[in-house]
């Protein structure tokens, strides 16, 4: 199968080019502490989550995203997200999930 020309414009995710750059410091002998995709392989703790979580949201900033906004997230996107949009989500995840078995 060959992929349509136009496939050749679409750039790479910024976070790639991230974890590149940094193999390719780390090629060099630099130290480097991985932060990018799936990087650190640990949890990171609840008080920092919940620490950047209020400076996002001091500094103006939302935590919404649309992949999803998580668990950890969820009561910062819940004091940001208007309650009309709520009833909606709400509604529209009783019609077309009414065993609860897709999104917690």
Sequence with gaps: MKPASRMERIGTETAFE???????????????????????DFDTPRNIR?????????????????????????????????????TALHAAKGALDPAGVLIP
């Design 50 to 86: 919940e620490a950047a979580s209020e400076a996002l949201l001091a500094a103006g900033g939302t935590i919404t995203h649309h992949h999803a906004v998580g668990r950890d997230h969820r009561p910062g996107y819940d004091r940001q997200r208007p309650d009309l949009f709520a």
């Design 18 to 40: 991230a974890a590149a750059r940094a193999r390719a410091l780390e090629a060099t002998g630099r130290d480097v502490i991985h932060l990018e995709i799936g990087e650190p």
